[in-house]
């Protein structure tokens, strides 16, 4: 069985793509600090699968606890989600967020490199589009960023491409992904982050079950049909299994290669409300607000590059993904 090392394998997509890994016969490390998800996660792993991942509670700043897990386990490839992801805070932190996310990717690579692991799948993100494409977006298209965290990836997609040239022998996937909501089937596994959500549905999802009062919608004056801010949602899920390929992709293939992950499709904010509500039973109460700074009304993927070379292809609708994210806030209130 071939060693996967997933960085923040205890996250939101980490923890579903640990599953989709070990469901697909490989054997599972992670490394968490635990920052934003929690030690649960890996008995919930093992609880869907069967099978216990090994688990190192490490920082990616810590370069001693980085070399330890490859001195200790003969890392075939490693896919890399670990990072501060918060675009408003990475406005009030922009060090923290450089420092966290670009070093620690780095001591990653280094200890790659030392130990002769040439695979690496990347958790990038649509937000390396900017603000001056138009989508639906194609991975041909220039980056550029609005905010420190989307910077954190333009500029690690960067140093990636930059390896694969100094170095024929590696293999980099950077999967630039949109907006990814639901949860696992078993409801065992979710988004469930510390704190205040920052992202639309697990808000939904806390309104919904009566923990916050309403949600707070920037903007209906934008030049979509319902005037809300229109984003490819895609099923974890999917997104896990997407992973999957690119692993697969890896191993047959070097050099660099960004490739759009998500449905092809976007859905308003108001329309994800919709669904969500047909989800609960219940309306979720909604106060408009003005725009944030930053945010445009239009984001989608062009999908032909991942349904083209990684045989993949997004299949659960909206209503599934909040259904599914219903199932998974029930399930642990």
Known sequence: MKNILVTGGTGFIGSH?????????????????????????????????????????????????????????????????????????SVQKPLEYYSNNLTGTLNILSSMKKHGCEKIVFSSSATVYGIDNKAPYTEDMSTSATNPYGYTKVMIEQILHDLTIADADFSVVALRYFN?????????????????????????????????????????????PDGTGVRDYIHVSDL????????????????????????????????????????????????????RAGDIATSFADTKLAEEILHWKAEADIDEMCADSWNFTLKNL
């Open 240 to 291: 896990a299994s997407g992973h999957i390929a690119a692993l697969k992709y890896s191993e047959c293939n070097k050099g660099f290669r960004p490739i759009n992950l998500g449905t092809g499709k976007g859905s308003s904010v108001l329309e994800v409300v919709k669904a969500y509500e047909k989800a609960c039973g219940k309306e979720i109460p909604v106060e408009i607000t003005p725009r």
């Open 17 to 89: 793509t640990c599953v989709k890994l070990i469901e697909n016969d490989y054997k599972v490390i992670i490394m968490d600090n635990l920052s934003n998800s929690k030690a649960e996660t890996v008995d919930k792993i093992e609880q869907i699968t069967g099978k216990r991942p090994l688990f190192y509670k490490a920082d990616m700043l810590d370069t001693s606890a980085v070399e330890k897990i490859f001195q200790e386990n003969d890392i075939f490839a490693v896919i890399h989600f670990a990072g501060l992801k918060a675009v408003g805070e």
């Open 180 to 224: 990814p909501i639901g949860a696992h089937k078993s409801g065992l596994i979710g988004e469930d982050p510390n704190g205040i959500p920052n992202n639309l549905v697990p808000y939904i999802a806390q309104v919904a079950c009566g923990k916050l009062d309403h949600l707070r919608v920037f903007g209906n004056d934008y030049d979509t």
